[in-house]
């Protein structure tokens, strides 16, 4: 089967279901169309947890259209109160040069949070894998988006839950893990991700459009540049 | 130190911090006076998460003043929309007769979902401890409430977080864990808990009196009377 077959995989009633958490960011989407070109029934999962850039969740809701997943829903989180991230604190600036460490823009235990979110919707709809666009190669400061992480998430699900309990352990799929931006995009493009429709900048204006010079803005761009690709990002004019 | 004494002891503010998971039940508040008695700086942590009974949260922010907690944050999730169990799904009754195996009020991942915001809490105060009333006496048929996931959940904290990369992992503190309810309202009534601010009930009224007849109402009031102790506990006549 070709990767652009594969794209056009619909939605299989008796398919293994999967909760993909969905962002709205090139990652999440590019982990969606690979889930259903696995043939996965996708229960897409947004959480609205307060990040600044909102426009992020009305992407999620396209995207999970356009890629075919069989519902999405969005929880709500009101954890922007706990505070100690650039990406939900106003009072913390985002900044447009790169740092070293873990980032201000970390935010505090959040993939421990949407992981445990989405094994709740997985138990809902039984759902015997959770997959994640988490990546250790360009977010190295993020302790939460290792492998060992993962791997560690996956032996607590099997603890934590009623089909752990009852011999039918939750599988964490985090397919982009140690890929570079540039071969995520390419496995996307191949398999027909629209990537002018995610959001991948940490301080968007209210049209959507990147700032062109925060983290994820310069590891988007020079991802489509080393894969060779257009970058189909519209970005706003500098003052 | 008496047991009297220790109730008595106040905030330090150069004491160990730990966030303390505070339900407004009976367990996890005698949990927040231990971990007072024991000098905790205690940072308090409800989740409002639509549970029915949601007299609890009011409960539990008496509780965290009278017990003195440093502070009391309450994260707002809505969490109710995954439906699939009888405390936050108008849809599933609550049963008043004992069933076998994993009762309909399991939340689904619920602490999970608890610790893992109890984690991003500890983050930004800089706790070292999660403190939670988890017990698998009386609540044998909820998979994350055993040992083992809590043991489970420490591990991957330690991989998750700023302070865990950094060599200090976060401890879950689970000190109810093997009690039965009379050893816990011992010692939480040596501690000076006033029990009556509590609520049990998982189907209390408007004036939070308890239903006396739900799961959680039998296991309370049989465990002040193993206890020898009076119950203090409200409860609504019954047709």
């Known amino acids: 089967m070709s990767a ?37 029934r996708c229960h897409a999962l947004s959480v609205d947890y307060g990040q600044r850039h909102r426009c992020e969740l009305e992407a999620a809701a396209r995207i ?42 970390y935010v505090p235990a959040r993939n421990t949070v949407m992981l445990a979110l989405a094994l709740g919707y997985a138990e809902v709809v039984d759902a015997a894998e959770i997959h994640i666009g988490v990546n250790a190669v360009d977010y190295s400061g993020y302790p939460d988006c290792r492998p060992e992480f993962v791997a560690a998430f996956e032996r607590l699900a099997a603890l934590a839950t009623r089909a752990g309990v009852e011999g039918h352990p939750l ?26 429709a995610t959001v991948s900048c940490y301080a968007p204006d209210d ?21 060779g690709l257009a970058d189909p990002t519209t970005y706003r004019a500098r003052d």
Chains 1, 2 share one sequence.
Do not use: W
């Not at 993909?20 to 696995?38: F, I």
């Not at 959507?208 to 894969?227: Q, S, W």
């Open 4 to 40: 652009a077959t594969e794209a056009t995989v619909t939605n299989d009633p008796a398919g293994p279901r999967a909760v993909v958490l969905l962002s709205g960011g090139l990652d999440s989407a590019t982990v969606l169309a690979m889930a259903r070109a696995a043939g996965r």
């Open 64 to 105: 999970a259209v356009r890629l075919g997943a069989c519902e999405h829903r969005v929880i709500t989180l009101d954890y922007g109160q706990l505070g100690g991230s650039a990406l939900t604190d106003p009072a913390i600036a985002v900044p447009d040069t790169p740092g070293t460490g873990i980032p201000v823009t």
């Open 171 to 196: 599988h964490v799929v985090a397919p982009l893990i140690d890929l570079s931006k540039a071969e995520i995009i390419r496995r996307g493009s191949a398999l027909g991700v629209d990537y002018a």
């Open 207 to 227: 049209a959507a459009r990147a700032c062109g010079v925060c983290d994820a803005c310069r590891l988007r761009r020079d991802g489509f540049a080393a894969a």
